[in-house]
C-alpha cells in the first residue's frame, strides 16, 4: 500500500540543497555516537559485577590471641616496631568489603574510638582487625601454639 501511495516519488533522489552541501555518512553517525538510551547502564553492570568479600568471624580462640596482642601492643607502645595488621575495610557501595594488609609503626591506641592509629596516619578499628603480625608478638605465639 505505501509504494502505491507514494509511487510518484519513490524513485526520485533527495532534492540538492544549495545552502548546505551533502554530509558524508560517517559525520551523519557521529552526531548520534554520543546518546545512550540508557545511560549509566555500564556502569551500574560494572559495579553489579565487581567482587567484594564478606567479614569473616573470629572464633573465640582467634579472638583471645588477638586480645592478648592488643593488650601486648599498650604494654610496648613506644618501641617504634612495625608491625603488620590484616583487617577488613567495608564497601562504602554494596554489601561486603575487603581485607587489606597494612605494616606500620603504631603510633597510638585509640581506646574511644577503638582503633589502632599509625605514624603514618592511618586508622584501623580494632573491630575490623583480622590479624596482627610483628617481631613483637613472637612470645605470645609460643605461648598459644
Known amino acids: 500500500m505505501r509504494e502505491k501511495d507514494y509511487g510518484d516519488i519513490i ?3 533527495r532534492p540538492p540543497y544549495t545552502k548546505h552541501p551533502p554530509m558524508a555518512r560517517e559525520a551523519r553517525a557521529a552526531q548520534f555516537a554520543s546518546f545512550q538510551a540508557l545511560t549509566g547502564y555500564e556502569e551500574a553492570t560494572e559495579e553489579t559485577a565487581r567482587l567484594t ?3 569473616l568471624e573470629l572464633l573465640e580462640s582467634q579472638r583471645a590471641v588477638l586480645d592478648a596482642k592488643l593488650s601486648l601492643l599498650k604494654d610496648r607502645l613506644g618501641d617504634q616496631e612495625e608491625i603488620q595488621v590484616e583487617y577488613f575495610v567495608p564497601d562504602s557501595r554494596k554489601e561486603g ?3 587489606k594488609n597494612h605494616l606500620g609503626v603504631l603510633r597510638t591506641i585509640d581506646s574511644y574510638e577503638r582503633a589502632l592509629v599509625f605514624q603514618d596516619g592511618l586508622k584501623i578499628l580494632i ?8 617481631e ?3 612470645s605470645l605465639e609460643d605461648s598459644y601454639l
Open 136 to 138: 613483637v608478638f613472637s
Open 53 to 55: 568479600d564478606r567479614k
Open 127 to 134: 573491630d575490623d582487625i583480622y590479624d596482627l603480625r610483628g
Open 11 to 13: 524513485g526520485l533522489s
Open 97 to 99: 568489603g575487603q581485607y
